[in-house]
Structure formats: structure tokens, C-alpha cells
């Protein structure tokens, strides 16, 4: 197998050698250079080849795929191979590994930010490591012999005047380095173009060999070296399962109008090879489903934040008052969950010309398809070569299914031409899975347009539409809504059921060179219920309504609903007004007199009332006049001819509102008498 791979993953394979062969694991020095979950020991880094490879690969319509590789070890007890970047939160959450040796021991791969922990405990950063002068003068204190323009020179780096002043006229701009020697002398030297440092402190020299190494291998970002460890030996496969991202892949149909009643169906596959490697060979594998697909950024480090507590003094907070009376432990339980359920309580609440019948070249083998619980699954038969970054189409359906010809006429798309239908059934005995169709019809236009298909389970039907039939029309005209009331008495109550009808007409001319099949999808409405003669069958949104047309035939489609409405109505609280309005919508003769009855007695009560009212307010207005009198009769003198008038007034006054509570008391007997008899009525029903 040819495993290709970027210039940028040659690399770093190149520096993974470099580290195998001269660079430990682990530098003393250096503390936490990689995301290490174990530390497989003699890891071997598979080889191109058959001994590497990629087995089998499982497409998902989910976006996702699933990667088999196939190993051969010989006497390793661990193994290593490069993934690009971009795939390794994946990996992180979905290998698994099959060794028939053993168990896995360990994953092990380098940190997302591996230059940044390198350089975190040393004294310069990678931009110092561009210039000599920039990395001395980070060396402060750090032993070195330096040689440049023939001088060399011994002890430890003070620093780097980078814009020290020139000793002569026209000499070239040198940057200066002063050094305390071993003699506690001070000396300084140009760093000229032919510099050279040899640093005399082995640890610092190695720190430095290893964050030049760390700095080169972060250069190539876009691959990654995983190592497993494995308990056991000897020689044997192992297999490595693993999900990536993946380009979807994608479903297109030729649908070939064979004769009347059938058609050939070719699915083809849109795939794409995005894994970073070639497929040579291997085994492709289609999922049609909707899984639920997640992602996680598993390979970058999270620090969790603890809260800062501050140093307490060796003493303690003075404590609260007692402010509340002691109770008993029993009333102080009870009470307690008294309070508990109150709070639960509370949180409850054109044509072209004829051509002759041709039939596509069948594929060389379909895949072999298989329904599962969730989605389907299709097993091309035969392996794929596909280079890392091409595209391929491969048939992997062909079959003969029942085509049934219709006119689909849909009310709410606002045209008089139906669309030019088929109904397919499945009967391939697996899922269809989602795409678009391109319809040809050979023995008429030839191609006749295109469609979506969704899934389709096998066995069930569906609708593809590709194009306006303009042979014939569909006229629809709403008839008006009525209402007819249907009115029971019982217990004092009226209750009112009323059913609501409306109609819709659909006129239909048929084409005049050929049959037709309608079919009218008239939407449904919750809470109706539709009556037609013509109903075939029903959709969750939509009835099917069907009407069979000869050549140049015309038939009409009535599409009746009806909703059911049901009122109760207490008969002791309703007003003449609404008893009046229920009885001009009954057509119930006896029901219609009772109301009439019902309604006369509640507006006798109605004018009762009035009356008493009207009494109320009278005698209110009677003792207002009578108050004012008695003011006036006490500011004047009480032998006065104007005491002696306002006397003769205050017992009119009197004599009045002795009549009006006469009058009062009448009124109240009389409105209680007709409420009694009221009642009575409603309550004899």
C-alpha cells in the first residue's frame, strides 16, 4: 500500500527517528514535555507497507468515519503511527484496539503545547534562539568560551550590548559581549559574523540541544505520533478501530422509466478520500443513518480554577446572639415538616422525438445491504483504491421497482397544473437512503427532470415529483363555513353541541392525448375531521384525496370537514341575552321553548332588579334631603318661622322615605319571588 502523507508528516517521522535513536523519552531537565497517559517502553513505529495499512473503512452520513487499520508485529510490545492534528480528539475518544496477545497498556502521544513547556523553565525563548547576541545575553552568569576575529576568550557572560558605540571609523557594527574570566577579570569581545560559542555548563548545553530539537519538531504542526503500549509478545495482527471526521457521503439515483408500472433505480455513491492516507484495497463500508455525533476537545488542557481561600488568624468569630425562644423537639420536628410541604405544595403549582428503449449497463456487483436497528448499512463488493484527496462515484443499488404514474396536485403551492409524480415502493428489502433523483424517460422526452428522494424504509412507499404536468388542471373553489347547533337540558345546564362544516371542490380537467391519475393532498386541520368519497389514503400533514380521469376526462373532488365544538352553559347564572342568543341558533322546538320561557322569567328578573335599584336609589336621595333639613333646622332659632318651615319639611321627608321603604320591601318580596320561581324552572328540567 502506498501511504502518502504531507511533506509536514515526513517531518515529523523524520524527527520521531531523531528522538528514537538520540534523545531520551524524558530530559531530567525538562519536566513534562508530553501528554503522557503511560510510558510504553521499546515503541515501534509501523513501517509503509503491508504490515501498515488501512483495512476497511466505514462511511458515515453523519459526517464521521470509522478507520480499521491492520498492524503486523513481530516482537514488539508496543507500536507507534502518525495521524494529522486535526484527528486526534477523535482518536482520544473512539480507539479501540484488538491484540490477540493481550490488553492495552497505555496511549501515549506528545502535548498540544510542547514548545511552550519546554522553554516555560528556561531562561530564553525560541525567538532567542534566532541570534547569537539574543541568546548570550539570556546566558547571564552561565560559563562560555567565545571566539570571533581570531580572539577567544573564557568565563561567564555578564551580557550584550547590542548597539555598543564603534572603536574605530568604519569599522562594520558588531554587537559586545562582556565576560568576568576565572581570574575575575573583565573583558569584552565583538561577536563578528564568524562568532562561535561553546558552552561550558552540560547542563545548559544540553537544555539548549533539547529546546532546539522541541523547537523543530513544533514546526510541524499538523501531525502526530500515538504510541500504544501492549502487554505481550511475538508475532501477531493487531487491529486499531477509530473514528475521524469525514466528508459526507452523499446518494445520487438514475431513475429509468422502463414500461408502465416499473422502473430501474441505480443509486450511486459520492465519496471522498479526506483520511490523509490512500485506500489501496480496502474494504468500503456505507452507513445510512442519523447517529448522534459528538466532539470534544479531549487533546487540548483545561486547568480547573480553584477558588483562593484567605489565612486565617488563630481565632474565631464571635458567635451570633441567641435571639429565638426555645420549643419542644417534638413540636419543633412537626413544625419543621409542616414547612417542608408547604414549600413541595408550593413548587408544584417540450418533447423531443421517440427514441428506442435503451437500458444503462448494470454495475459489475450492487453492495451488499443490510438494515439495522438504527440505520443501513452497505458493503461495496469489491476494494477501493482511492488516492488520499480524490473523489470517486461507485453504483451500489440497482434495482427493478413498482412505479405508479400520478398527477400530485397540492392546494397550497397555489398553481392549477398538478406535478408529475411517481409513487415507488421499496421493495429492494433495505433502506433507501436520502438523495437526489435524475428521472429519464426513454421511450418519451428522454430525461424528464429531477427529484428528491428521502429515506425510504423497505416495503413503504413515497412520492418523488420532477415536473409540472401541464396537461391538466385542477380548479379549487372553498365553500363557506357552517354551523349547526344540537342543544341537550339536563341538571339545570344547556349543553350546546355545535359541528362546523366546510367544503372544498376541486375541478379537474384531464389531459386529452392520455389517462391520469389526481391525486389532491388536501391539508389537514387539527381538531377536523374529513368525510370524501374520494379519500385513498392519509399523510401526518395532508389527505390523499384520488380521482381516476379517462383521456380528455373531467371529475369533480369534494373534500368535507367537519369540527365538533361542545359548550355547557349553567342555565342559574345565564343572563337573557344569552339565553336569547341560544335560541336563535337552535332549531329544536322544545328546547327552543323552554329557552323562550327561561328567557321571559330571567327578564322579568332583569326589570325586578331594576326596579329595586331604582327604589335604592331613591331613598338614598330621600335621606341626603332629610340630612341636609336637620343642619338647616339646627342653625336657626327654634321659634323661628323658618325652624317652624323646616319642620313641616323634615315630616314630608319622613312621610316619603316611609313610603319609598314601603315601596322597597314590595320590590325585594317581588325579585325574590321570581328568582324562587326561576329556580324552580331550571331545576324541574
Known amino acids: ?18 528522538r528514537r535513536l538520540g534523545v531520551p523519552l524524558h530530559w531530567p531537565v525538562l519536566a513534562g514535555l508530553g501528554v503522557v497517559i ?3 517502553v521499546g515503541v515501534t513505529f509501523a513501517a509503509e507497507g503491508d504490515g501498515y495499512r488501512i483495512e476497511a473503512v466505514t462511511l458515515s452520513s453523519g459526517g464521521l468515519a470509522e478507520i480499521r487499520r491492520s498492524i503486523s508485529l513481530e516482537e514488539a510490545a508496543a507500536l507507534g503511527f502518525d495521524v494529522p492534528l486535526d484527528q486526534i480528539d477523535d482518536i482520544l475518544k473512539s480507539l479501540l484496539v484488538y491484540d490477540p496477545a493481550g490488553g492495552v497498556a497505555a496511549i501515549t502521544l506528545d502535548g498540544p503545547s510542547q514548545v511552550e513547556e519546554t522553554f516555560r523553565g528556561l531562561p530564553f525563548t525560541p525567538d532567542d534562539l534566532r541570534a547569537l547576541p539574543r541568546l548570550l545575553d539570556t546566558l547571564q ?20 550590548d547590542i548597539a555598543a558605540p564603534l572603536e574605530s571609523e568604519g569599522e562594520e557594527p558588531a554587537p559586545l559581549l562582556s565576560i568576568l574570566t576565572e581570574q575575575g577579570q573583565l573583558v569584552t569581545i565583538r561577536l563578528r559574523a564568524d562568532a562561535q560559542l561553546d558552552i561550558l555548563d552540560p547542563a545548559v548545553r544540553e537544555s539548549l540541544r533539547q529546546a532546539v530539537l522541541v523547537s523543530g519538531q513544533g514546526r510541524v504542526a499538523g501531525m502526530r505520533s500515538i504510541k500504544i503500549g501492549l502487554e505481550g509478545s511475538g508475532p501477531r495482527e493487531v487491529r486499531l478501530d477509530y473514528v475521524v471526521p469525514a466528508p459526507v457521503w452523499k446518494t445520487a439515483y438514475r431513475l429509468i422509466l422502463d414500461a408502465e408500472g416499473t422502473a430501474r433505480l441505480q443509486a450511486w455513491a459520492i465519496i471522498e478520500n479526506a483520511s490523509g492516507d490512500d485506500w489501496s484495497d480496502v474494504e468500503l463500508t456505507l452507513s445510512s443513518g442519523a447517529p448522534v455525533t459528538l466532539a470534544q476537545r479531549l487533546y487540548q488542557r483545561y486547568w480547573h480554577q480553584r477558588p483562593e481561600v484567605p489565612v486565617f488568624a488563630q481565632t474565631i468569630a464571635a458567635p451570633a446572639p441567641d435571639r429565638y425562644r426555645e420549643t419542644d423537639a417534638e413540636q419543633a420536628f412537626y413544625s419543621g415538616a409542616e414547612m417542608v410541604t408547604a414549600d413541595a405544595m408550593r413548587l408544584g403549582s417540450a418533447s423531443l422525438p421517440a427514441s428506442a428503449p435503451i437500458s444503462p449497463s448494470a454495475p459489475v456487483a450492487v453492495a451488499e445491504a443490510v438494515d439495522g436497528a438504527n440505520a443501513a448499512t452497505y458493503l461495496l463488493p469489491m476494494p477501493i483504491d482511492l488516492a488520499s484527496g480524490e473523489t470517486m462515484s461507485v453504483p451500489f ?16 403551492r397555489g398553481e392549477v397544473h398538478p406535478i408529475a409524480t411517481l409513487r415507488l415502493e421499496n421493495t429492494t428489502g433495505s433502506s433507501l437512503p436520502p438523495g437526489l433523483v435524475t428521472v429519464y424517460a426513454p421511450q418519451e422526452e428522454g430525461y424528464a427532470g429531477d427529484a428528491q428522494l428521502a429515506n425510504v424504509p423497505a416495503g413503504e412507499s413515497r412520492m418523488i415529483s420532477f415536473a409540472a404536468d401541464r396537461k391538466v388542471e385542477v ?7 357552517q354551523t349547526i347547533y344540537r342543544a341537550t337540558l339536563a341538571d339545570g345546564v344547556l349543553r350546546v353541541t355545535g359541528i362546523t362544516r366546510t367544503d372544498t371542490s ?52 369534494v373534500a368535507s370537514v367537519e369540527r365538533t365544538d361542545l359548550e355547557s352553559i349553567a342555565l342559574v347564572d345565564s343572563d337573557a341575552d344569552t339565553l336569547l342568543y341560544w335560541l336563535g341558533q337552535l332549531d329544536d322546538p322544545a328546547t327552543k321553548a323552554i329557552l323562550s320561557e327561561l328567557a321571559k322569567s330571567r327578564q322579568d328578573i332583569a326589570r325586578a332588579e331594576n326596579t329595586l335599584a331604582s327604589l335604592e336609589q331613591d331613598l338614598g336621595e330621600a335621606s341626603d334631603g332629610q340630612a341636609r333639613i336637620r343642619e338647616n333646622l339646627a342653625a336657626v332659632p327654634a321659634e323661628s318661622a323658618l325652624a317652624g318651615r323646616y319642620l313641616d319639611m323634615l315630616e314630608a321627608e319622613e312621610d316619603r322615605i316611609a313610603d319609598i321603604e314601603t315601596r322597597r320591601g314590595d320590590a325585594e318580596q317581588a325579585l325574590e319571588a321570581l328568582t324562587q320561581a326561576f329556580s324552580e324552572k331550571i331545576s324541574a328540567l
Do not use: C
Open 141 to 160: 552568569g552561565v560559563p562560555v568560551r567565545v571566539s570571533s576575529s581570531g580572539r577567544t576568550v573564557e568565563g561567564m557572560v555578564l551580557g550584550v
Open 506 to 557: 376541486y375541478a379537474i380537467t384531464g389531459a386529452q392525448d392520455a389517462p391520469r391519475t389526481v391525486v389532491i393532498e388536501h391539508p389537514r386541520q387539527a381538531g377536523w375531521t374529513l368525510s370524501s368519497d374520494a379519500l385513498e389514503s392519509t399523510t401526518p400533514t395532508s389527505y390523499r384525496l384520488q380521482a381516476k380521469l379517462a383521456a380528455g376526462g373531467t371529475a369533480k373532488v
Open 475 to 481: 380548479t379549487t373553489e372553498y365553500g363557506d363555513s
Open 38 to 40: 503511560g510510558a510504553p
Open 1 to 18: 500500500m502506498s501511504n502518502s502523507r504531507s511533506p509536514g508528516a515526513a517531518d515529523w517521522r523524520a524527527a520521531t527517528a531523531r
Open 397 to 412: 443499488i440497482d434495482a427493478q421497482l413498482t412505479a405508479e404514474r400520478i398527477s400530485l396536485f397540492q392546494p397550497e
